[in-house]
């Protein structure tokens, strides 16, 4: 009997032990919008080389899907959306920590499509066939978009050519393979990806607000040392350097 008790205590000893590297190795949840993708995986590269022992997932979509997940529970220690309606949308649930909130990036709406294309302006656009656009119910840059077409007056006669997308990059692979005559898209999904589809013009900002992407670390996230850890180099001028290099604004 007593050598199944020290059997049991050793056997008990080492699974804790072999247990605790998995314990002390930092693992994050990430949702972010889907155009920042690029960006955001470099950044995450950037900051786990500085800290192997931190593991992030990423999890990229429209904001609206994203902010549905982490209300039905879905696992997010930091949400960064590309608009604040989405955010506040969290922070009216109490589900985002109010004091993290900050300014991640800016962007620009523009317009993409072939060359050949002969859109110059929102004015051009009714001439078209199809237009591809985030869906505007989860998509901000579908937001930003119907915004835009409501307050140039072309709201009506664009209804029947819209062609809606998940997010802003499948909107601009709509466009890149010529399924739609354009898309509205960021300028840094445009830069990235276009090869075929090129901006045509871009949306003038007095139609819509400004492209703001806001960030907030859930309430489980401000828990979190490591969650913390990577919202502080987010905020860093290194960090800051590399959005800028992918396009996007930090003023």
Known sequence: MKNMIMNAITLAFCCILFA????????????????LKDAINELSAVFVQKHPEVKIARNYGGSGVLAKQIEQGAPADLFISAN??????????KLV???????????????????KQQAAGMNDLP???????GS????????????????????????????????????????????VDGAFVYRTD?????????????????LHGRVTYPLALTVAGAKKKEARGF?????????KRILVRYGFAVK
């Open 231 to 239: 919202l502080r180099f987010l905020r860093s001028v290194e960090a």
């Open 190 to 206: 445009a830069l990235l990806l276009g090869k075929q589809a090129k901006i045509l013009f871009v949306v003038p900002e007095g």
């Open 127 to 133: 001439k078209l066939r199809k237009i591809a656009v």
């Open 97 to 115: 920590e109010s004091a993290t909130i900050g300014t991640f990036a800016y962007n620009t709406l523009v317009f993409a499509g072939a060359a």
């Open 20 to 35: 605790a590297p998995a314990a002390l190795a930092g693992e994050l949840n990430l949702s972010a919008a889907a155009s």
């Open 136 to 179: 505007p119910r989860s998509v901000p840059a579908g937001e930003y978009a119907l915004e835009a077409m409501r307050k140039a007056g072309i709201e009506k006669e664009l209804a029947g050519k819209l062609v809606m997308a998940k997010d802003v990059r499948e909107a601009m692979k709509y466009a890149e393979l010529g399924e």
């Open 84 to 93: 604040p309606e989405w955010l506040d949308y969290l922070r009216e649930r």
